[in-house]
């Protein structure tokens, strides 16, 4: 199984984005999928879950009514829509999947998920 992500840039604060993750296993849609984001220096964290139907989402707070995330399973694809985008965005950013159960309390949890593929990286400039 990979996982791809793609679609960072560079962005002027304020501005919006939309990264994709493409994979390239089967059952795509038995999968919750979450994006996570890592700086330098720092461990690396949840940004958003959605589960395997798409009918819900969890957010970290600090992207709560700015990212939103979506999928569609019959093009194997999760999508991260970010807008208002604030310098403190800039990261390399991953997605994942885990197979776990889907409770909101845990899927915000790394150490659920696995399978990592490369980031893409955002940079918001100021």
């Known amino acids: 199984v990979q996982l791809q992500a793609f679609g960072g840039g560079l962005v002027q604060a304020g501005g919006s984005l939309r990264l994709s993750c493409v994979s390239s296993g089967r059952a795509f849609s038995s999968y919750i999928m979450g994006w996570f984001r890592q700086t330098p220096g720092k461990e690396r964290e949840f940004v958003a879950a959605i589960s395997r139907s798409g009918g819900s989402t969890v957010y970290a707070d600090s992207t709560k009514g700015r990212f939103t995330i979506s999928r569609d399973n019959a093009k194997n694809t999760a999508y991260l829509q970010m807008n208002s985008l604030e310098p403190e965005d800039t990261a390399n950013y991953y997605c994942?999947?885990?197979?776990?159960?889907?409770?909101?309390?845990?899927?915000?949890?790394?150490?659920?998920?696995?399978?990592w593929g490369q980031g893409t990286e955002l940079t918001v400039s100021s």
């Open positions: 994942s999947r885990t197979a776990w159960r889907w409770a909101t309390t845990e899927v915000v949890d790394i150490h659920r998920y696995t399978y």
